[in-house]
């Protein structure tokens, strides 16, 4: 049970990065850009999120999106998981609080929530214990999941700013998420 509670701080930090991630969009204006950013961590298009970042921040954001290189390491199929998950945002405002020749600040405010298919997620998390060498029982496994689940599913109340400067004529992420 030990190592399943590994499995599990990998997927609460890869639920982290999808919340913290606020990435920026190749839009007209700085609130497009955000919007856009937040609809790719719903549509779970991490690959355009990278695309969407400046020159100068683009291999910092591709290297810490990849959920697959992060999780692989650990015996984790991220595409499987991916596809277990649903992701959510509830009552999303965006607020541009500043804007300067090609630099912009916009506040992000929402809920974001993590819905699991539990059947697809029990099977990948099977798979990642017994490539581990781990031996669980599935009830041990569905009392795991279960509280996992729960938490994601209440959601995470997200208050962030986000750096977007105008590059090329588009609006994309290029700073820190405050």
Known sequence: MKRL?????????????LTACG????????????????QSVVD?????LVEL??????????????????L??????????LDAMTISL?????TKISEEGDKAVVQF????AIKFDLEKFKAVMK??????????????????????????EQGQDLDQKIEVVKENGKWVYCGEVQ
Do not use: H, W
């Open 44 to 48: 779970k298009k991490f690959d355009r």
């Open 53 to 70: 970042t400046c020159t100068a921040k683009r291999a910092e954001i591709e290297k810490s999106l990849n959920p697959a290189e992060a």
């Open 109 to 112: 405010k929402g809920k974001m």
């Open 127 to 152: 798979e990642v214990l017994a490539a581990q060498g781990q031996t669980v029982t599935d009830e041990q496994l569905d009392q795991g999941l279960q509280m996992l689940v729960g938490t994601f």
């Open 5 to 17: 509670s590994v499995v599990m701080i990998v997927i609460i930090a890869l639920s982290a990065l």
């Open 23 to 38: 990435g920026g969009a190749a839009a007209a204006d700085p609130v497009g850009a955000v919007k856009e950013a937040m």
């Open 90 to 94: 509830q009552n999303p405002e965006y």
């Open 72 to 81: 692989g390491a650990a015996g984790v199929d991220a595409n499987k998981i």
